[in-house]
């Protein structure tokens, strides 16, 4: 992958609030090997693979990011490591930080496959993972993923933490699901050297589930906690959602991702490209750009002069909300096609 070829524009994306775009999210595949409740049906319908762009066309989208200032790039999906080829991916984008052009890639997984992929992660630079997983019970991580899939990714977690990988888990907070274990799950993390972020559920995508049942508010999670701990906040931003504290008892860190309760759109640094080329200039709005027409019909030339159309449209901030009444997504695509 060479950022150097082709007529260069180095202008930086900043959009009409002056936020600078250098974080760009890359869903590389709808599909996945488990099923999570909130966030798709048993019988979820992936998308026809000639609507996927290729490898090829990943990798020149992506170098046109670079090329405009993104120094950061996260590979999400569905789950990113089915994808085929994603390793040759994943070295070429490591080039590209060995060279210093990009600050870092990593990305979000479930884990399942990781263990045979994360000797070559390493080696090709990536440096942390989030590796989602929201219960240690093997009989609640088949009910809410539908597959019997735990020993797998606790497996694939010590294999990346083998290889040097920072990991830190994502556990979405589950209204009497995983509630009870949420403190069990946090002291144990630490334990192992890991950092966790709590995720507030997002309505995205009709999963065929009622939101407000699963939906836990974190201000109440993190009152719980604060009975037995002691939160020390952080002023450590990274220009996402989270908000994150320090337990003083366990040393380990914690994040809150409560886009429900919160707005955290001022810092706002990121959009998110799908694995169709949609680009997304919000996570939780339906505006997009259709970046793999633009590639197909006009060819690569075109791509910048879209980027430019595309970050104008990028919105102030979302306005997600759970609302018992109107029972319906906040935005239709599921959280597998933006990956998150
Ligand atoms: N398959 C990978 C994984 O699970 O890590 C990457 C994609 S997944 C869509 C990214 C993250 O989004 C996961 O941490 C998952 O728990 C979270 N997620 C999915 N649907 C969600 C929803 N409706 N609300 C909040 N988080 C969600
Ligand atoms: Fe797959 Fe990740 Fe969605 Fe679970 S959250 S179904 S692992 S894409």
Known sequence: MSVESGARDNRPLIDRFGREITYLRVSVTDRCDLRCNYCMPEKMRFLPRADLLTLEELEQLVTAFILRGVRKIRLTGGEPLVRKGIDTLIDRLGEQVASGVLEEITLTTNGTQLARHARRLARAGVKRINVSLDTLNPRKFHEITRRDALADVLRGINAAQAEGIRIKLNTVALKDINEDELP??????????????????MPMGDVGADRYDQYLPLS???AGLEENWTLKPLMMRTGGPARYVEIEETGGKLGFITPLTHNFCDGCNRVRLTCTGQL????????R???RAVLRDQGSVAINAALDRAILQKPKGH??????QAQKPAVLRTMSLTGG
């Not at 997304?280 to 505006?287: I, S």
């Not at 306005?319 to 018992?324: E, G, K, N, Q, V």
């Open 184 to 201: 069990a799950m946090i002291a144990w993390a630490h334990a192992q050297g890991h950092d966790m972020t709590l995720i507030e559920i």
């Open 220 to 222: 109440e999670v993190r």
């Open 319 to 324: 306005d997600f909300a759970i609302d018992r």
């Open 280 to 287: 997304y200039m919000c996570l939780g709005q339906e505006d």
């Open 289 to 291: 750009m259709d970046l």
